[in-house]
């Protein structure tokens, strides 16, 4: 078992697989865009096993691929098999916007040995998603969560970011659509980077993000850094000929309750 400087144990590994998405949701990426990396400044799918391996081996054993949107990424269910071939997992997850998930790649993640899905849901009004989404549409996530139901994968989760303009009904309508679809709605109060104590407005309800005392996670970049804390500058470049080592300093590092962090947005760092 894994333990950082205040007690928490760390056994939970975000990779994020790629900075790039087919939407350009409001909360995540600025209105202008980022700048994209290029391909060869981005983690190979045999490096986030190697990556995978190592953290297994000195003591994680819950990992969750994200983005961006990992399905953007060609043969995704590759890396997932890469992982599963490790043997350390308990749990192998994805969060993803479902837009691209169809019945057949579904399949394919789930022979992989994907264990779970999750996918971003914010509204069922079809204006609503497209105007936080920035011109996504509503039924391709619908057809991505029923693909998941068909393909046989159970507990998924619904991730809905609450914002002030969220309302109890909208919730409701939520959570109930969740229950006809066997899914788990998991609420997301809306944040900024650039301060942790925003994480405040609807945490009478929300789950996520989790309060620092219960943080049990280090987080991948998509180019290969290594983060303690998604409210914090700290990261260091991953050393793929030591990988246990930046993980084990990453942990020494975490701090004990995140501050804010300006160097990167949302979609930069991963979900």
């Known amino acids: 078992m894994l333990f950082d400087t205040f007690g928490r144990e760390i056994y939970y590994l975000r990779i994020s697989v790629t900075d790039r998405c087919n939407f350009r949701c409001t909360y995540c ?46 043969n995704i269910e590759h890396c997932v098999a890469l992982i599963k071939a490790t043997d350390y997992y308990r749990d192998i997850c994805m969060t993803t916007n479902g837009s691209l998930l169809t019945y057949d790649k579904a399949v394919a ?13 914010d509204t069922l009004d079809s204006e609503t998603f497209t105007r936080i989404t920035r011109g996504g549409i509503i039924t391709d996530v619908i057809r ?20 002030p303009e969220t309302t109890r009904d909208e919730i409701e309508k939520m959570r109930l659509f969740c229950q006809s679809k066997g ?71 975490k701090p004990e309750n995140g501050v804010a962090c300006s160097t990167r947005s949302m979609s930069q760092i991963g979900g």
């Open 29 to 74: 990426m600025p209105s202008d865009g980022v700048e994209f990396k290029r391909h060869d400044q981005i983690l190979r799918y045999e490096d986030i096993a190697n990556i995978a391996r190592e953290a297994g081996t000195i003591g994680f054993y819950k990992i969750r691929l994200t983005g961006g949107e990992p399905l953007v990424k060609k």
């Open 109 to 121: 993640l789930k022979i992989a040995g994907l264990d779970r899905i999750t996918i971003s849901l």
């Open 144 to 163: 991505g969560i029923d693909a998941a139901q068909s393909a046989g994968f159970a507990n998924t989760k619904i991730n809905m970011v609450i914002t």
């Open 183 to 253: 899914a788990k709605l998991q609420l997301i109060d809306q944040f900024s980077l650039s301060d942790r104590d925003d994480v405040s407005m609807n945490e009478t309800i929300a789950q996520r993000p989790p309060k620092c005392c219960n943080c049990n996670r280090i987080r991948i970049t998509a180019d290969g850094f290594v983060k303690s804390c998604l409210f914090s500058d700290n990261e260091e470049k991953i050393d793929l000929d030591d990988i246990a080592g930046s993980l084990r300093r990453a942990i020494r590092n």
